[in-house]
């Protein structure tokens, strides 16, 4: 199992981006994916999760309504597209699955302990 993100950048508050989660070694169709981020001194936080048939997204009341997520299948690659960004939304992101494949309920798409196996983070700099 291999993640690894990409996309980051520096951009001016109320801009946008869009990371991308390159995945191998297993289906993507058959996990779900879900996206972390830590910031500077903070505790590593979950933002957003996408289910394995990617019906059911799961989003942090941080982001929700400016962030979305989604996922092509055939290129294995996920992609949270981020808007309106915030000097607060500065920090590193991973992107990370769970050993099984699916989480246990809808209820731990963000939660930390719920993933296994994670990639290398993209950093995110919000700044005017």
């Known amino acids: 199992v291999q993640l690894q993100a990409s996309g980051g950048g520096s951009v001016q508050p109320g801009g946008s981006l869009r990371l991308s989660c390159a995945t191998s070694?297993?289906?993507?169709?058959?996990?779900?994916v879900g996206w972390f981020r830590q910031a500077p001194g903070k505790g590593r936080e979950g933002v957003s999760c996408?289910?394995?048939?990617?019906?059911?997204?799961y989003y942090a009341d941080s982001v929700r309504g400016r962030f979305t997520i989604s996922k092509d299948n055939a290129k294995n690659i996920v992609y949270p597209q981020m808007n309106n960004l915030e000097p607060e939304d500065t920090a590193v992101y991973y992107c990370a699955v769970p050993r099984s494949g699916r989480l246990p309920i809808v209820q731990s798409m963000g939660a930390l302990s719920a993933y296994d196996y994670w990639g290398q983070g993209t950093q995110v700099t919000v700044s005017s």
């Open positions: 996408i289910s394995s048939s990617g019906s059911i997204t």
């Open positions: 070694g297993f289906t993507l169709d058959e996990y779900d």
